[in-house]
């Protein structure tokens, strides 16, 4: 396992390249959200809730599947500091078994053993990643929904009864939402744990 590790440590540029552009890629999608959010707020009440329905969807969609992307893009740059770091750790492992190598057998020190939790730095990071990935797929789960319930105008999904796909549209948005955020920053933790 953890020569598996050492091999997959030396891609960190790539992990470290992938969260820079995802990062870069989510201020793009946002200034350009922001811009749609600019023109459909321009309007009055009711050009909004009757020609700008799908303006709305798509704010409210990005609104719910960008921040996990960030989050994403971010622990993708931790990932590469930390796969860096293994990498690190295991050139100074083998300059010092070279410098080791010199000395007769029976005279030769031992290299200190790794502390446990030095070995478990990747592993954590993993976890930290999967998190991210996992919650990057219930935004875009979600996002989806909001734009089934958000091409309607708000006075439409006031009125829907109980029960309604409007309604539990929007309480599946809203009760996710509620574990979701948590759940990024404990993302966010298990990256940092991976530096311990």
Avoid: C
């Avoid at 707020?41 to 599947?65: N, Y």
């Avoid at 860096?84 to 005279?107: F, T, W």
């Amino acid at each position: 396992m953890q020569k598996m590790i050492g091999k997959m440590a030396r891609m960190f540029p790539m992990l470290i390249a992938l969260g820079f552009m995802i990062v870069l890629a989510a201020f793009v999608i946002g200034y350009i959200n922001s811009q749609t959010a600019v023109d459909y707020f321009a309007q009055s009440k009711a050009v909004r809730e009757t020609s700008l329905l799908a303006e709305r969807a798509a704010i409210e969609s990005t609104g719910l599947w960008m921040p996990t992307f960030k989050f994403l893009g971010l622990g993708l740059i931790l990932g590469g500091i930390v796969m860096a770091l293994r990498v690190i750790i295991d050139n100074l492992i083998g300059a010092g078994n070279e410098v080791l190598s010199n000395i007769p057998e029976g005279k030769r020190p031992s290299l200190p053993t790794p502390p446990w939790y030095g070995r478990l730095m990747p592993t954590v990071m993993m976890i930290g990643e999967m998190i991210f990935i996992g919650a990057f797929i219930v935004g875009l789960w979600l996002a989806n929904i909001a734009r089934t319930v958000f091409v309607y105008p708000l006075a439409t999904i006031d009125a829907a009864g109980p029960g309604s796909a409007l309604l539990t549209g929007i309480q599946t948005i809203h009760s996710v939402e509620g574990w979701l955020i948590p759940l990024k920053f404990f993302g966010i933790a298990s990256e940092f744990l991976g530096y311990r």
